[in-house]
Every structure is written in C-alpha cells, then in structure tokens.
Nanobody, 118 residues
C-alpha cells in the first residue's frame, strides 16, 4: 500500500556530511507520520527524526543540532541532512511511514548503510 525507497548512504569521515532521501509511493495520502530510524549491529532500531502530516518535527537527543529532516510540499519525498557525523552514527538507516487506524501500520524502506570512519 505504501512503498518506500531510501538512497544516499555511504562512507564518510568523522565531521563530514551525508544527505539521505526517501521516496514514497502508493497510498501516500493515508500516511500520518514519516521518519528515519537507524540500527547498528547488535543494537535496537531507534528513531532518529520524524515529521507528522501537520509538520511537527521531533529529533532524538543524540542528533539534535546536527541532523535536519525535511520533505517536499507533495509529501512524496523526505530527506535527512546529516552534518558533523560521528562514528557512533554508523548504522543502517531506514525510512518509515505510519498509518494510524485501530492499530498502527508501518511501512519500511530497504535501508541504506551509513558508515562514519577514518
């Protein structure tokens, strides 16, 4: 019903920047909130940043001041601008969309690897 495709990951040195993109297709008008999650090996998948249909933005404390989430007016494309990257930012980053009905329905992208290393 909702398909998500991420791109933009790669290898970057500490202090560098990357810009991730997520393109949504399908039943996109039903999406209530979109966001970025990340998961490092052996660790839980955690929320990085999110934006609601009404434009409310939330960031994890670990990325505040460094990452910026944004989207286009049609709400079909979402970006995550990542600056001042640290080795602890290394993870697979996933695009996520949620639809709130009687239960929360999640759609996930395939993930894109971000590696921060010298």
């Amino acid at each position: 019903q909702v398909q998500l495709v991420e791109s933009g990951g790669g290898l970057v040195q500490p202090g560098g920047s990357l810009r991730l993109s997520c393109v949504a297709s399908g039943s996109i008008l039903s999406i209530n909130v979109m966001g970025w999650y990340r998961q490092a090996p052996g660790k839980q998948r955690d929320l990085v940043a999110s934006i609601t249909r009404g434009g409310i933005i939330n960031y994890a404390d670990s990325v505040k001041g460094r990452f910026t989430i944004s989207r286009d007016n049609a709400k079909t494309t979402m970006w995550l601008q990542m600056n001042s990257l640290k080795p602890e930012d290394t993870a697979v980053y996933y695009c996520n969309a949620k639809k709130f009905t009687t239960v929360t329905i999640d759609a996930w992208g395939q993930g894109t690897q971000v590696t921060v290393s010298s």
